[in-house]
């Protein structure tokens, strides 16, 4: 299924991810999907209130000023990420753990539950690290991770990984309640193209 149509269908879901919170400490919670039609309708709606097709912020919605980003604390925000491989999506779960900190903070980040749109479900945790930056330059994002590690299906290993490049913004009321934007990178030797990620805290 191609991206754009995936999002267009769901852009007017009101479906979001299963008990989410807002609490500032706990991130949402992560339901255990089973098949990539159960996670699609979660992902999508999650992606289209945030990003279009290309993980460009929707019109109205900005990323967080320096003075919304807190300079100490945590957060986790949880989510989804996804692209297409071979023209057909695969989608994962994701969870982004941000340390607040003036100026640059960090970022952990994981993914994994991977399914794909045909082949099923992919097995592996994708990790990496990265940085927070509050205010940062014209042309450089807010939220920076890089993750990796190896996701197998049918009995192949894919040496995968996915750049993030996204912003801090807001979540009903809460200024700095979610991160999204896009996914860059390789699954074994297939592009994932059109990659997005979002996620809530």
Known sequence: MNRVNMLAAFAASSVLLAGCSNDDGGGSTTPDYTSFAEIEPDAAAMQSSYTDSNGALLMGITPATAMDIPDSGSATYNGFIGGEIGGSDLIGQLTINAAFAAGDGSITSSATGFFHETDGAYTGTLTGTGILVQDPPMGVSQVQTDIDGTLSNGGTDYVTAIALEGSI???????????AGTADGNVGGNFLDDGVFSAER
Request: hydrophobic share 55%.
């Open 169 to 179: 913004i807001a979540n009903g009321a809460d200024p700095i309640g979610a991160i």
